[in-house]
């Protein structure tokens, strides 16, 4: 199952924050540990609402949905108000303008010289460039952080093949993920068709290629500089450079000097951080 879900801070009951995930507990419990870095500075949280789906592509759309719609959410959050304690709805939507007064440039009794109004240009040509560069680095922030969910998902579903026994074209039941240093911004989803827990150099073993976010890269890799992580049905037993005990790999991703690491051991435990 996939879920939508809503949670809310104990320590700061205005802050509420929602997701998706196909383990709930596990990712409350990120939560509450302080590793997600979008609610580390508000934790510990409380599961105040789910929504349960069999598709995870339904269970993300839910949550952009909700995210972008702020009317239905109002009404959801109206319906909830009992469970969200010390949390005012229509507070959480309430947009304020943030500019310059009206009167910031009025003269009165006289017009403007070319001068003062050269300077206001430049002034506002500031101020916008100020907003926009910000904007432009937190999104960019964001875009670090969804890089690393959705590499802590990868590895989770390619888990998953294995253990439910999925088969590839080439009939075998073991997936993995290989990581390379030279590949700054991608790594590859196979199937280990050989059985030898490692990626073919050639590709033939190929599924899928993922991409990064945009300027997000792979900045350091361990225990070596290019490896593979491999799930080996039934149970699954987890190959970390053809190794299956005692190891862990990290994946850290960068963003100008903000990083991201993704971990994952041998009893097949996945984290960021």
Known sequence: MYYFYLLQSTAKPKEIYTGSTNDLKYRINEHNQGKVFSTKRYFPWKLIYYEAYLSEKDARLREQKFKKHGKGNQEL?????????GFTPHLFFQ????????????????GFTLIEVLISLVIMAVLFSTL??????????LGLQRSAYQL???????QEKAMGAEKAICDTHSFGIAFDKTWKNYYIIFADCDADQIRKVDGSEDIKKIYLEKEVEISNLSPT???????????????INAIP????????LSFNSSIKKVKINSAGRIETE
């Not at 947009?95 to 006289?110: I, M, N, Q, R």
């Open 152 to 158: 802590a998902q990868d590895l989770r579903e390619t």
């Open 225 to 239: 500089d290019s490896f593979s992580v491999v799930f080996k049905a039934p149970d699954p037993i987890v190959y």
């Open 245 to 252: 005990w005692n190891m862990e790999a990290v994946i850290t």
């Open 95 to 110: 947009k304020k303008a943030k500019g310059l007064p009206l009167t910031f440039f009025k003269k009165k009794g006289e």
């Open 132 to 141: 926009l560069l910000g904007k432009s680095n937190e999104e960019k922030k």
């Open 77 to 85: 959050k109206k319906r909830l108000k009992n469970s969200l304690q």
